[in-house]
C-alpha cells in the first residue's frame, strides 16, 4: 500500500475530510508519492550498504576499497568474492582457509603443500594450460598467501591418448585446423 493510501485510511476514520476528488486528497497523493520515493531509496540504500544483499553500487563501492579486486564477472560473484576476502585474518592461514579465500575470490584453483617447507604448489584443475588472466589471478592468490611461502604454479595439458578416449581424431583436428596448443588446452 502506498504512503498516500495509509494516510488517507489513517485520516478516513475522522469522517471529516473529503479524501477523494478534493485539494487535501491531491496533495495527501503528492506528499505520499514523495514519501514513496523517500522510502523506495532507503530500501535501496539498506540493501547495498549490506555486502550480502548488495547487487550494484554497494558491491562496486566495496570493492574499491580492496587493493586488488577479486576475479568476478557478476556482481552476486564479486559479492561472495569480497565476503571471502573479507574473512581473511590472522588465523586465516590453514590450507582449506586459503583455498577457501582463493576460491570465493572466484577463481577455480587449488593450493597444496609441497614436501619442501614454506613452498605451496597452485593448480588450476579445471583448466589446461594457462588460464585467461593468470597475472591477475597470480596477483590475488599471492597477496592472500603469507609473504613467506613460496607460491609455485602448476598447469597441465592434455595428452593425445586423453584427447582420442574423448573423440578426438587427427582428421578432426585437421578439419577444424587445430594447433596442437590449441587442442593441449581442449575441454570437452
Known amino acids: 500500500m ?14 471529516i475530510y473529503k479524501l ?28 547495498e550498504m549490506c555486502l550480502t ?9 566495496m570493492a574499491a576499497l580492496f587493493a586488488l579486486r577479486p576475479v568476478a564477472q557478476y556482481s552476486e560473484q564479486m559479492a561472495a568474492s ?6 581473511i585474518g590472522e588465523h586465516s592461514f590453514t ?17 597444496d603443500e609441497t614436501r619442501e617447507p614454506g ?10 594450460g594457462v588460464p585467461d588472466g593468470f597475472e591477475r589471478m597470480r596477483s590475488i592468490i599471492e597477496a592472500i598467501l603469507p609473504a613467506h611461502v ?20 587427427w582428421q578432426m583436428a585437421q578439419e577444424q585446423r587445430l594447433t596442437w596448443a590449441e587442442m593441449q588446452e581442449m575441454v570437452y
Open 2 to 15: 502506498s504512503n498516500s493510501a495509509n494516510m488517507k485510511e489513517l485520516l478516513r476514520p475522522l469522517g
Open 82 to 87: 569480497l565476503a571471502a576476502l573479507l574473512r
Open 53 to 61: 544483499t548488495a547487487r550494484a553500487e554497494g558491491v562496486n563501492k
Open 150 to 169: 613460496l607460491v609455485r604454479y602448476a598447469f597441465w595439458f592434455q595428452r593425445w591418448e586423453q584427447l582420442e578416449q574423448r573423440g578426438m581424431t
Open 95 to 111: 590450507l582449506d582457509a586459503v583455498n577457501d579465500a582463493i576460491n570465493g575470490c572466484g577463481i577455480n584453483a587449488r593450493a
Open 119 to 128: 613452498v605451496v604448489e597452485v593448480r588450476f584443475p579445471q583448466v589446461p
Open 20 to 47: 477523494e476528488e478534493s485539494f487535501l486528497g491531491a496533495e495527501l497523493d503528492c506528499v505520499g508519492h514523495a514519501l514513496d520515493r523517500v522510502q523506495d531509496y532507503l530500501e535501496e540504500l539498506q540493501r
